[in-house]
């Protein structure tokens, strides 16, 4: 049989696709031994897409039911229906979230806390991050360990000790003690170190040939090369900040320091024998609503910077397929299509 042959008899790809026929000869054995290989690789791509939208559905299905939960009566709200179809949308629940919970006096304290933490921490973190990526002293190995004890210190291990020595010093119920313990993260100390070493280190030896000092490398050099990075800190330490309770819900005593995630809580307050789950609800969906949008805008940055900077194309930019589209052409249409033919012995 000739090759004209095979391709006349091979399963070809219709018009308009793109992958290589690739012919290959092989015995009675050979070929089914091949058939039951692709057809095992053909179930598992469907599983392992099958997986993906579990996981996604799994992470998509909390916010959905907040949302669904937000907008039902009271006593809609305390059945806790699994439901996410509310036939009676109650979108006054909003307003009165809004009212009950005093969010446009404690959205400027929420605002207020999460940008001076972001403002000053960086005159901090950036330096240090700098010193020990690219800088020789003594001591940097001893610093460098204590970093990293510092990262597996949960937040709740330090919080007795620091609300006492604050509480002796008189930072208690003050901005200096609530913003003060962020200034030094050492998440953000970890995250621009790593990226500090990926610079190459002509660039750093070229600064210094022209008689560049530290600070200008640091200013003018490292943080512009790093934009994704840095980018992607403001976003991760911002969400932080905005979403805290605990930390100020213990160092504050008066109303005129709490956020609004310790304003919502008030929401749960007995009304009879139910709860206003719905106002709570709503009231979280307001909350979260600015740093959603935050993330949406920012993702591409943050991708860029979990992978060290690289350039990629993400779906939905240029490829105007829908979603099912994509995942059928690969798991249907690979690149490389193999036709298996019984070789005549």
Known sequence: MNREEILNQADLPEEGTYYTPIIKELTHQELKRAKIKHRIKYVLKILNYLLLLIVGASFVYPFLWMFSMSLRTIAEANLFSPNLIVTNPQWGNYLEAWERAKFSKYLGNSIMYAVLVLGLQYFFIIPIAYALARMEFKGRKALFIIKQIGMMLPMEATLIPIYFLYARIGLVDTWTGLILPSLFSMMGIYMFMNHFKTVPNEIIESAKLDKAKNRTIMIRIMVPYILPTFITHFILTFISNWNSYYWVLVMTSSERLKTLPVAITGLLRAEGITQPW????????????????????????????????????????????????????????????????????
Do not use: C, W
């Open 278 to 345: 719905h106002l709570a609800m709503a009231g979280n969906i307001l909350q979260l609503a600015p740093i959603l949008l935050m993330y949406i805008f920012g993702n591409q940055q943050v991708k860029r910077a979990m992978i060290g900077g690289r350039k990629i194309r993400f779906a939905g930019s240029k490829n105007k397929k829908s979603l099912f589209k994509r995942i059928k052409d690969k798991i249907v249409n690979p690149q490389t299509k193999v036709t298996y033919v019984e070789r005549k012995e």
